[in-house]
């Protein structure tokens, strides 16, 4: 079975190097292919906009002093379908202003140098936070997580960034809380991500790291609110209030999305219904992340479980945001021999994975079959994703349940090194 064979690769230092060799070629790969398709070079001339290009616009109206506009989606449709060169499927900019200001350098540089630096940099940051915290289990890591970072290289998302900065926040909250908090406030550019650790911040009693995150966030508001004037926040919230009513209507691609409500509403559920059992869920993540600081798991593991679930809160959740569950894996692994049996840790990898492939899976799938420019959203696809992610929430639950550990919570006192 797929999890007890990656247990094996660890034993042996040789088979180790090959795997991990194998997917560092496999994604060096796949980051020169997708340069030149950003770049428009040769038959991708007439390509449509992925999530980078999104990106770039929104760099360019920093520097045009009108950041508000992309806000406001009828001037941003035009802003994508001039960069397009034509009608292009919209992309709706919900991102808090922030994010403008880390992206504004990426302005100064064509789409496809600067897709080929925001990638390569965000993968490397999230590959050395990522050996850092799975040591000997990094092969068998980087195998299950490989379709989630092959779409993370295929649309040039921000799911290495948000994971390294997860990684980063593990890193140092024992020992520096400083450093923690700093990663942790770094979020604000994907808030609905960082809701987990901070209740496990807030929980464990980590005032430092709670309070420089806080401080983070009030700083970079006001950098905003300097640079951009009050403006641009009623215009975020105006986004935010438009994002919604397009989800509740289904404009999203929600095959693509591994939430709960995605996966409830493509299958047939009522919009209303499908919300009601994200906030169930949520509701039972957040209760997972409890769970683990009270019932006797390791410090890595409850961390771990806190790292995993923090992708099943929110009901905007895609396939991309899924480089942060192998932060989990990777902090849970060195315990899960001994409090799962073979098939659960079978079924865990197995859910992982099918949460990471399926979308790749269905978006070929899909244009092959209508075309490289069809409108994906009018073609029906199940989001199985979502349904594999409260699969894996309930095993976790089950597991923290048990009271079975593989070694004593240290005391406070003693902190435990990752």
Not at 39 to 44: I, L, N
Request: proline share 5%.
């Amino acid at each position: 079975m797929l999890a007890e064979t990656l247990e094996q690769v660890q034993l042996s230092p040789s088979k180790r190097t090959t795997y991990v060799s194998f997917v560092l070629a496999a994604l060096a790969v796949m980051v020169a292919f997708k340069t030149f398709w950003f770049a428009r070079w040769g038959g991708w001339a007439d390509r449509d906009l992925a999530d980078f290009d999104a990106f770039h616009i929104v760099a360019q109206r920093v520097w045009r002093g009108d950041l508000d506009q992309v806000y406001h989606f009828e001037a941003l449709l035009k802003m994508q379908t001039e960069a397009a060169g034509g009608m292009t499927r919209f992309m709706p900019w919900t991102y808090p202003p922030q994010y403008g200001l880390l992206l504004a350098p990426f302005a100064f540089l064509p789409v496809g140098v600067g897709y080929l630096l925001f990638t390569t940099a965000t993968l490397a940051l999230y590959l050395v936070t990522l050996r850092a915290i799975s040591g000997v289990n990094f092969a068998q890591v980087l195998v299950i997580l490989l379709p989630a970072l092959a779409i993370n290289i295929g649309c040039g998302q921000n799911g290495f960034l948000t994971g390294a900065l997860i990684a980063l926040v593990c890193l140092n909250v024992e020992r520096r809380q400083l450093l923690a908090g700093l990663a942790l406030g770094a979020m604000v550019i994907k808030p609905h991500l960082a809701i987990a650790a901070g209740v496990y911040l807030l929980v464990t009693r980590r005032w430092i790291a709670l309070g420089t995150a806080a401080a983070v966030v009030l700083a970079s508001s006001l950098l905003c609110t300097f640079l951009f004037g009050w403006q641009i926040w009623f215009a975020w919230l105006g986004a935010i209030r438009v994002s919604a009513s397009y989800l509740e209507q289904g404009f999203y691609p929600l095959f693509r999305m591994i939430s709960t409500y995605a996966a409830l509403y493509k299958a047939g559920f009522p919009a209303s219904a499908a919300f009601w059992g994200q906030t169930a869920v949520a509701g039972l993540a957040l209760f997972a992340v409890l769970l683990g600081t009270v019932r006797g798991a390791s410090s890595k593991f409850a961390l771990g479980v806190t790292v995993m679930v923090s992708v099943m809160i929110s009901p905007y959740a895609y396939d991309y945001d899924l480089p942060m569950l192998g932060i989990g894996l990777a902090l849970i692994l060195p315990d899960l021999p001994k409090v799962a049996s073979p098939r659960e840790r079978n079924i865990i990898c197995g859910l992982i994975l099918l949460a990471g492939a399926y979308g790749l899976l269905q978006s070929a799938r899909l244009a092959v079959q209508f075309g490289q420019k069809a409108d994906l959203d009018q073609h029906f696809a199940p989001a199985l994703g979502g349904f594999a992610l409260m699969a894996l929430l309930v095993l976790l639950l089950t597991l923290l349940w048990r009271r079975t550990q593989a070694a004593p919570a240290l005391p406070r006192a003693a902190p435990q090194r990752l």
